[in-house]
């Protein structure tokens, strides 16, 4: 669904209409500032010298309230909404930037996969974390796109009201289940969706382009990747201080992409590596043993628990996509 929006429509004769707005400020530069009254407000900016008009804000929230589903049907309705108050067209407005995002139902806490992924090696991403967030939200950020992925459960009860929150719940919410919206914001979107050439926002309502924003989002998961696949043991005796620390040690090296093997043999390579007046061989033979007993009690899963590849093709129901 696509969520935060900004545009800029050029006007040829059009006659806005600005009565029903609410008027914020008036800068220098020659723009005014507006409100657009809704369930949320949205920005307007208005600067009749140049006939340029801007539209800011999340068209979810100004329709609906909130952002937990919004259909694109409701995506139409909205913008035909602020075309009859403003009285113009903004379907051939420049689209400069927009978030495209979808919500997955998880099993675990959503902190859980969101501290569980990090970005891959080259892929030209870089992640910010905020203390404040608590493990509940990351992004990852490039010249292009900023990818976020964050707990939109928590998202609902921490900044939505109680009347809000019984119409979400209305439309399938949850209180009690586990949420993760992954979403993309475009900053370029014409570069990453349009070969270079302007969206506009009719596009945005174009079901071609609707299948390529699904794609997208997917192919842009990819570029992060979930991390553990150490099966951590359900018996206390497996789990003593010696033994967390060498399986977080073999879930960052495996997350590098070196096999298990490699790791058991860069530490004997450790060990090899000590003078003999740190350890003598008889001592390296006996750490290599109890190198080789705490690695045996640590089993590798073929993929990682944490894995949102599945769960976000159906999600998407990039299936469609693929031709028969």
Same mark, same amino acid.
């Given at each position: ?31 005014? $500032? ?76 959503? %902190? ?7 970005? %891959? ?6 992640? +910010? ?16 796109? @900023?990818? $976020? =992925? ?13 009347? =809000? @929150? ?51 989002? +997917? ?16 018996? %206390? ?15 960052? *090296? ?10 058991? @043999? ?21 750490? $290599? ?27 998407? *129901? ?7």
């Amino acid at each position: 669904m696509v969520d935060y929006i900004e545009l800029t429509k050029v006007l040829h004769n059009d006659n806005v209409f600005l009565e029903n707005l609410q008027h914020d400020a008036s800068y220098q530069s020659g723009w005014d $500032k507006y409100l657009l009254p809704g369930c949320r407000d949205l920005d307007v900016w208005y600067k009749p010298t140049a006939s340029l008009i801007r539209i800011k804000g999340s068209f979810a929230y100004f329709y609906k309230g909130h952002n937990f589903s919004f259909s694109e049907q409701e995506f139409v309705e909205a913008i035909n909404v602020i075309n009859g108050i403003l009285n113009i067209d903004l379907y051939d407005a420049v689209v400069d930037c927009f978030e495209f995002g979808t919500i997955i139902q998880v099993d675990n806490l959503p %902190k859980y996969y969101i501290q569980n992924h990090r970005e %891959k090696p080259k892929s030209g991403l870089y992640k +910010y974390d905020n203390p404040k967030d608590k493990g509940n939200f990351r992004r990852w950020e490039s010249a292009k796109i @900023r990818l $976020k =992925m964050y707990d939109a459960g928590k998202n609902i009860k921490t900044k939505q009201g109680q009347n =809000m @929150r019984q119409i979400i719940q209305a439309e399938g919410w949850n209180p009690e289940g586990n949420y993760l919206k992954l979403e993309v914001h475009y900053k370029k979107p014409e570069v990453c969706l349009n070969r270079g050439r302007r969206m506009l926002l009719a596009d945005l309502v174009n079901p071609n382009y609707n299948k390529n924003f699904r794609s997208d989002l +997917y192919n842009q998961y990819k570029r992060i990747m979930p991390m553990g696949k150490i099966k951590i043991p359900n018996n %206390k005796k497996d789990l003593s201080t010696s033994n967390l620390l060498l399986m977080t040690l073999a879930d960052a *090296k495996l997350d590098e992409g070196n096999t298990f093997q490699e790791v058991k @043999r860069m530490l004997f390579d450790k060990v090899n590596s000590i003078p003999e007046e740190g350890l003598t061989n008889a001592d390296k033979k006996a750490r $290599k043993r109890q190198i080789s007993s705490l690695m045996g009690k640590i089993h590798v899963c073929g993929e990682s628990k944490w894995d949102l590849s599945e769960q976000l093709k159906a999600a998407l *129901k990039l299936e469609e996509l693929v031709p028969p």
